[in-house]
């Protein structure tokens, strides 16, 4: 089993800060890396897939990166409908989930 | 516009099974697989396993197999998730929801993903 690590698991920002948030691989999973944002009391929803593509109106204050093992989640500018609580996701092989990393207002 | 609608919360008690379902409409059924996936409370993601909507293939995860069974009606295009065995550890909010397949683009290739997600079902398990 690939297992997906996320760092921090919590982070305090302001509104207008740029923050990443990332997501490492126990071995390499080329781009095959999604990213999901979950607010309280909702279900998740789909922000990146494919490593670095927006879902469909997704604001491109939002950008994913990387290839291997490691794997970033960059908010240019924070608004405050950003905090919520982020999850990466592998389909490498059998999918897993990070942990996930709550994004606080500070 | 592609929608996946859960079934109502459920409370059972400890050993019993509990069966949720999941809706969909807006895309031809049987084009795509569904996922279910189970958040406990506080806690992070877990996935379950995927079921084909085309030819009932299904793929479990490892800690839940003989316990969980997927299955799908493609006369409701509807998907179901039936677990047995319930504990207090079972308590979670179930999610189904949709996998988009993976493509290559040139020399590199992309994983499928998920979306859109069902709005969840609370199963409570409680004696």
């Known amino acids: 089993d690939i297992q997906m690590t996320q760092s921090p698991s919590s982070v305090s920002a302001s509104v207008g800060d740029r923050v990443t948030l990332t997501c490492r691989a126990s071995q390499s999973i080329s781009g095959y890396v999604n990213w999901y944002q979950q607010k309280p009391g909702r279900a998740p929803e789909l922000l990146i897939f494919?490593?670095?593509t927006l879902q469909s109106g997704v604001p491109s204050r939002f950008i994913g990166s990387g290839s291997g093992t490691e794997f970033t989640l960059t908010i240019s500018s924070l608004l405050p409908e950003d905090f919520a609580t982020y999850y990466c996701q592998q389909t490498y092989s059998t999918p897993r989930f990070g942990q996930g990393t709550r994004l606080e207002i500070k | 516009q592609v929608h996946l609608v859960q079934s109502g919360g459920e409370v059972r008690k400890p050993g019993a099974s509990v069966k949720v379902s999941c809706k969909a409409s807006g895309y031809t059924f049987t084009t795509y697989r569904i996922t279910w996936v189970r958040q406990a409370p506080g806690q992070g993601l877990e996935w379950m396993g995927s079921i084909s909507a085309y030819n009932g293939h299904t793929t479990y995860a490892q800690n839940l197999q003989g316990r969980v069974t997927l299955t799908t009606d493609t006369s409701t295009s509807t998907a179901h998730m039936e677990l047995r065995g319930l504990t207090s550890d079972d308590t979670a909010v179930y999610y189904c929801?949709?996998?988009?397949?993976?493509?290559?683009?040139?020399?590199?290739?992309?994983?499928?993903?998920?979306?859109?997600w069902g709005q969840g079902t609370l199963v409570t398990v409680s004696s």
């Open positions: 929801a949709r996998i988009v397949p993976g493509y290559c683009a040139g020399s590199r290739c992309y994983g499928d993903w998920v979306d859109p």
């Open positions: 494919a490593t670095s």
